[in-house]
């Protein structure tokens, strides 16, 4: 039996990561929170699911990461990240899905580097 463990080291302390999850699946968004967790991170996240939410969320406070669902009913990813261009934001945004295809994929990384 290995004495090697993947948990966190409560002696070194846990990274604090301010979250905003761009999800409106609160399992999912529970789901992404729980991995952040189990990966030895302190976070405090906040959740929103639509474009004025978000601008919410973006004048509130400073994100350290961004995590956006591909398409969600009335918003998405894409839409999420023109939030953030067009606010000049440098922070780091990565798109979650259940299922996204190659094609749809390369298309998002187009428009991040446009």
């Not at 591909?70 to 899905?97: N, Q, T, W, Y």
């Amino acid at each position: 039996m290995s004495t090697h463990s993947k948990a966190p080291n409560p002696a070194r302390g846990r990274r604090p990561l301010n979250v905003l999850l761009v999800e409106d699946s609160e399992p999912d968004a529970l789901l992404m929170v729980r991995t952040l967790d189990r990966g030895g991170f302190d976070v405090h996240e906040r959740r929103v699911h639509s474009a004025q939410q978000m601008i919410s969320a973006l004048e509130s406070r400073k994100w350290d990461l961004i995590l956006a669902d591909h398409a969600m009913p009335g918003f998405s990813a894409p839409e999420a990240l023109e939030l953030i261009k067009s606010r000049d934001l440098d922070v780091p945004f990565i798109i979650v899905s259940g299922y996204i295809d190659e094609e749809t994929a390369v298309e998002a990384m187009a428009h991040r580097s446009a």
